[in-house]
């Protein structure tokens, strides 16, 4: 399994930018997803996170008190992607962004495994 994020770039303060993340591999089970942010010289923090739901109930989701009210996380599953909206940004979002996701391979007895993406790079100038 891989993940692959892009959609990173410079941006202005106030801005918007959009990441998608997209898994590819031998996947049964798209299970939580997630985003995290290192910005230079700090430790990696989760930034959004979205479960699987139900049928009758879409994904919950999760999200760092920072960006509350202005980052949404979605997923398509049908795509194997998901998405972080990422409104309003401040200089203080600027970090490496790395897709996160718990992925079951081998049927549905199987609670999944954790992989990374690559990380993109968002800069938010003032």
């Known amino acids: 399994v891989q993940l692959q994020a892009s959609g990173g770039g410079l941006v202005q303060a106030g801005g918007s930018l959009r990441l998608s993340c997209k898994a590819s591999g031998s996947i049964f089970r798209l299970n939580a997803l997630g985003w995290y942010r290192q910005p230079p010289g700090k430790e990696r923090a989760l930034v959004a996170r979205i479960d699987s739901g139900t049928m009758i109930r879409p994904g919950s989701t999760d999200y760092a008190d920072s960006v509350k009210g202005r980052f949404t996380i979605s997923r398509d599953n049908a795509k194997n992607m998901w998405y972080l909206q990422m409104n309003r940004l401040k200089p203080e979002d600027t970090a490496v962004y790395y897709c996160?996701?718990?992925?079951?391979?081998?049927?549905?007895?199987?609670?999944?495994?954790?992989?990374w993406g690559k990380g993109t790079q968002v800069t938010v100038s003032s």
């Open positions: 996160n996701a718990d992925i079951s391979t081998s049927g549905p007895y199987d609670y999944g495994t954790d992989y």
